[in-house]
């Protein structure tokens, strides 16, 4: 099976404006979480979807949203963006039985300027 | 909140040693633990995992040990290799509410030295 792809990989903006970034999940899976990965704070949840529907939420302002497509398929986004939301963006899937294993994609590296 | 904590941060061995990581949890309830390596500009990979129902579970060179008592766990990684270089985290399945999230330790750093 093809594993998770994230789309894209590299990003800059700039201050206040959004951005939207992508996550495929392995074929079969219904659950996507989402992770904030910074030097100073490791890996932080932002959010989980599953069949569409948003299943918990980690301690991050509403600038952060997500949502997920009938396919599995997810985007999140991040509006108003600030320079500490600088950080890599990794998106991993799992079957959604909550106790199965994620399996990580390779990451969104969003810049901030 | 509901944490993990890991040490140590970074971690030196000689190429053969032993390396040794621990983790504890706050979630009593917690059942299932998993271990990620990261290499540089890659992917968090999936080592090894332990669910509470079994105390050490071992695959080759790694095993992983829990004490749901204690509420700790540790990786074990033995003969250790070069390229057993990364960065290691631990996680536990905690509550949050109602629903349940990994929540990651905050890394460990492993330097193998030839």
């Known amino acids: 099976k093809a594993g998770v792809t994230q789309t894209p990989r590299y990003l800059i903006k700039t201050r206040g404006q959004q951005v939207t970034l992508s996550c495929s999940p392995i074929?079969?899976?219904?659950?996507v979480s989402w992770y904030q990965q910074t030097p100073g704070q490791g890996l932080q949840f932002l959010f989980e979807y599953f069949s569409e529907t948003q299943r918990n939420k980690g301690n991050f302002p509403g600038r952060f949203s997500g949502r997920q497509f009938s396919n599995s398929r997810s985007e999140m986004n991040v509006s108003t963006l600030e320079l500490g939301d600088s950080a890599l963006y990794l998106c991993?899937?799992?079957?959604?039985?909550?106790?199965?294993?994620?399996?990580f994609g390779p990451g969104t590296r969003l810049t901030v300027l | 909140g509901e944490n993990v904590e890991q040490h140590p941060s970074t971690l030196s061995v000689q190429e053969g040693d032993s390396a040794v990581i621990k983790c504890t949890y706050s979630d009593s309830a917690s059942n299932y633990f998993p271990w990620y390596k990261q290499e540089l500009g890659k992917r968090p990979q999936l080592i090894i995992d332990?669910?509470?129902?079994?105390g050490e579970k071992k695959d080759q060179r790694i095993a992983v040990t829990l004490n749901k008592t204690a509420k700790h766990f540790s990786l074990h990684i033995t003969e250790t290799q070069p390229e057993d270089s990364a960065v290691y985290f631990c996680?536990?399945?905690?509550?949050?509410?109602?629903?349940?999230?990994?929540?990651f330790g905050s890394g460990t750093q492993l330097t193998v030295l030839p």
């Open positions: 332990i669910r509470s129902n079994v």
């Open positions: 996680a536990a399945l905690i509550s949050s509410g109602s629903a349940r999230q990994l929540t």
């Open positions: 074929s079969g899976h219904r659950s």
């Open positions: 991993a899937s799992s079957l959604g039985s909550g106790r199965d294993t994620q399996y």
